[in-house]
């Protein structure tokens, strides 16, 4: 992903807007029956607490120290006010901000596992809706796409975590409670002082993050240009010897290079003038409160550690505010990559089960559709008034040109998709009116392209059935007449498949398919071309074992080659979305229709290959 399209994300939405999704994760954190995870919460609120509590107290132990040193000074008792003075300065400032420290890890170990498990259920929450949604979703995203909302969205929620709970808000807390101190130990002048310049400064960051992030947005862009001519140029490297461009493409690159080096230095030098602004801010506070402490000492209403103490105090509420203007912006972009995540669950799944659908009760497996009208589409009708029946037991070959709606059939009858007209029934019930997981049990598919998990060959067979036994396992690799080739691997039925299962050839891949189709043992079947991408000795290899497996179930295949249909109960012929023809393979060749000119051009190209 280039690299300014993170920032550019920052002008999608409004932190108002975004602030939302942040409220959606709260039912994931206050987990509602979950008394432990409460607790831990409250816990954690109470130590943070304790722990700004605690850094605001230990500046006026400083304070204290300087004051009894001091009254030594004066007393002439100098050793034993110095002593005393030091002990209260190692042990009440430098044990307070222990204690603070302290505080601080002890949140983290009682909240850690609260945070972890809202991030582990929003992530499985995701990924199952996901899953639920309907092909045309997935057909239309790209996969890579969605992982990555997932993963930046779950990452912003441990970023969230980390910072608007333990960083911000602590700040905020840290600014209050030291306002409430000033205010009660010396004056609510020194307290209103403190609070506008950390107001002043806050609103300083923010105004001048956002004016920034044009440049950064702008070197983003101008890097992912000089990277893309880069990489575009080394790629063509023979193109760009053959024309002798080497000039050329170097002057291309360093054009690119110098707008890079235009936009980051627009982008440095904005930064520069933003810690100018910040430091500036800061020292003109303090200024501000030690020249009013000065004034109140010279007056004789503060003594002299009350300067330790405000130094002390303001440093500590300084320090975290360093970090916001990056705090800022990731914050900012960590809310829309979470509400982009939390976006996905928004999406309704354009398939859904009927309330209280029972599952199927398939015995047989007869399949009907009657006056099925089918589009993708509004404007692009696919299947027209198509109807047809398939007996129990039955083989029928749907066969006809691209395009004529074969693969649309099986995608209905798995509901991917849901119909626009006319009802679809298996053993007589309408499968709109049946549970999708119950249905989808129910029908075993060997697809035209065998995909498999990148694992072994024993964990994509078991696929199908993820309590099957071993034996069962291996009953199904024998029927699918790849159990001896499994075991001549030096690693069996341990033999990582590799990717998509490139490791095995096409008909190693069919064979797997089938012996899973085999194990999970539907009572419907369906073949999408499952021949056609193989070589003519494997084809007869791999037929006889569909062949097989296609005895006693209702099955559905989709030809390419007629040639493997011949002996099926019916043959369906299609064409632009209709059925033009149908009966058996000797029938319909006596029609001499459509099915007579698809045979007679595929038995002509066979002739030519001979």
């Given amino acids: 992903m280039p690299p300014d399209a993170r920032t550019d994300d920052l002008t999608e939405q409004s932190i108002s807007y975004q602030l939302k999704s942040f409220g959606r994760l709260w039912p994931y954190l206050w987990k509602a029956g979950s008394l432990a995870s409460k607790i831990r919460i409250i816990s954690a609120i109470i130590l943070t607490l304790v722990s700004q509590a605690m850094l605001v107290i230990a500046p006026f132990g400083v304070g204290y120290s300087v004051d009894v040193v001091q009254a030594g000074l004066d007393s002439g008792s100098i050793w034993a006010d110095v002593a005393l003075g030091v002990s209260a300065m190692v042990f009440g400032y430098g044990g307070l901000r222990l204690l603070s420290t302290i505080a601080n890890e002890a949140r983290e170990y009682i909240f850690a596992p609260v945070g972890q498990r809202a991030q582990r259920e929003v992530a499985t929450a995701t990924f199952a809706h996901l899953h639920n949604l309907s092909l045309r979703y997935h057909l239309e995203k790209r996969t890579g796409g969605l992982s990555r909302i997932i993963e930046r969205g779950i990452r912003s929620i441990d970023f969230l975590f980390r910072f608007l709970l333990f960083n911000i808000g602590p700040t905020l807390l840290l600014l209050g409670f030291s306002c409430i101190a000033l205010t009660i130990a010396f004056n609510w002048q020194f307290a209103l002082i403190a609070f506008i310049v950390v107001i002043s400064y806050i609103w300083f960051t923010v105004a001048t993050t956002e004016w920034r992030l044009k440049f950064r947005r702008e070197m983003n862009k101008q890097d992912t240009e000089a990277n893309a001519k880069a990489i575009d140029s080394l790629l063509n490297y023979e193109t760009v010897k053959y024309f002798s461009a080497e000039g050329f493409e170097t002057q291309r690159y360093d054009a690119a290079m110098e707008s890079y080096q235009k936009a980051a230095i627009k982008s440095r030098t904005s930064l520069a003038t933003v810690n100018i602004g910040q430091s500036f801010l800061m020292n003109a506070g303090l200024v ?133 007209s006319g009802a679809v029934t298996v053993d007589g019930q309408d499968i709109r009116n049946v549970s999708q997981a119950s249905l989808r049990r129910a029908i075993g598919i060997v697809p035209q392209d065998t995909v498999l998990f990148n694992d072994t060959v024993g964990y994509n067979i078991g696929y199908a059935k993820p309590d099957a036994s071993w034996a069962e396992i291996e009953a199904a690799a024998k029927a699918a007449q790849i159990h001896d080739f499994i075991s001549s691997l030096p690693d069996g039925y341990d033999t990582m498949v590799g990717e998509r299962g490139l490791k095995l050839s096409g008909g190693e891949k069919q064979r797997v398919a089938i012996a899973r189709t085999l194990l999970k043992d539907p009572a419907i079947l369906l073949l999408d071309e499952a021949t056609s991408a193989l070589d003519s000795v494997t084809e007869r290899d791999i037929q006889s074992a569909l062949d097989d497996i296609a005895k006693g179930r209702t099955t559905l295949v989709i030809a390419h080659r007629l040639s493997t249909i011949v002996t099926a109960d019916k043959i369906i012929v299609m064409d632009k979305g209709g059925i033009a023809e149908q009966g058996t393979h000797k029938q319909l060749l006596a029609k001499d229709g459509l099915y007579a000119q698809l045979w007679a051009q595929q038995e002509k190209g066979a002739a030519q290959i001979a």
């Fill in 288 to 420: 501000a409160l030690l020249m009013l402490a000065a004034y109140r000492i010279l007056d004789g209403e503060l003594s002299i550690g009350t300067m330790a103490t405000i130094t002390l105090v303001m440093a500590q509420v300084y320090r975290p505010l360093n970090i916001l203007g990056f705090a800022y912006r990731e914050i900012k972009q960590a809310l829309t990559d979470m509400e982009k995540m939390f976006s996905l669950l928004d999406i309704r799944p354009e398939v859904e089960d009927a309330p209280n659908a029972p599952d199927i009760d398939c015995a047989d497996g007869a399949i009907s559709f009657q006056n099925v009208g089918f589009s993708y589409e509004k404007n692009r009708t696919i299947l027209k008034d198509v109807s047809f029946d398939v007996a129990a037991g039955q083989t029928v070959a749907l066969v006809g040109p691209t395009g004529a709606g074969k693969s649309s059939i099986f995608r209905i009858l798995f509901r991917f998709y849901d119909i626009a």
